[in-house]
């Protein structure tokens, strides 16, 4: 089990690493659009980071299966 939450943490770092970035390069001053852009992705990051470990774990589960 330890595996699939390493690769959470890891898919997650490495998301919030690259929206940070993209949000760095395409700063245009501070608004509300950007406020949301930058809840709405933080939250679709989190959830596709289980997603993705979810995924993994389902293919081993079914690889193990006589």
């Known amino acids: 089990m330890s595996k699939y ?3 959470f943490f890891l898919t997650l770092l490495a998301s919030v ?5 993209f949000i760095f390069v395409f700063d245009g001053g501070e608004s ?6 930058l809840t709405f992705g933080t939250i679709i990051i989190v959830l596709l980071s289980f997603v993705i470990a979810l995924m993994y774990y389902l293919i081993d589960l079914i690889k193990k299966k006589p």
């Open 17 to 21: 690493i690259l929206l940070f970035i």
């Open 5 to 7: 939450i390493s690769k």
């Open 32 to 37: 509300y659009a950007e406020t949301w852009i």
